[in-house]
Nanobody
Framework: VQLQASGGGLVQPGGSLRLSCAAS????????MGWYRQTPGNQRELVANILSNGAADYAASAKGRFTISRDRSKKMVYLQMNSLKPEDTADYYC?????????WGQGTLVTVSS
């Protein structure tokens, strides 16, 4: 499975961005797609996950501001980020998990700054 993430960029505090991640390869049911983020010197942390049935969970920092969604037919996962804060600045990575395997896309940088 290969993942291609896109959508990062520079945005002012309070602004919005939408990240996209396209999956390709052998995709099976019962998988999980998610977004993680990482800042220099820190571990990668979960932002949000979404199951193949659409159930989603969020990190506390993302609840109420971010929305994860997926398009199963297009093998895409999205992260709509609203009310962005400077502390949301990070490299964002998509992750795909199925049948005990885990795959990562390349990071896409989100910078929240005035």
């Amino acid at each position: 499975v290969q993942l291609q993430a896109s959508g990062g960029g520079l945005v002012q505090p309070g602004g919005s961005l939408r990240l996209s991640c396209a999956a390709s390869g052998s995709i099976f049911g019962g998988n999980v797609m998610g977004w993680y983020r990482q800042t220099p010197g820190n571990q990668r942390e979960l932002v949000a996950n979404i199951l193949s049935n659409g159930a989603a969970d969020y990190a506390a920092s993302a609840k109420g501001r971010f929305t994860i969604s997926r398009d199963r037919s297009k093998k895409m996962v999205y992260l709509q980020m609203n009310s962005l804060k400077p502390e949301d600045t990070a490299d964002y990575y998509c992750r795909f998990q199925q049948r005990g395997d885990s795959y990562w896309g390349q990071g896409t940088l989100v910078t929240v700054s005035s």
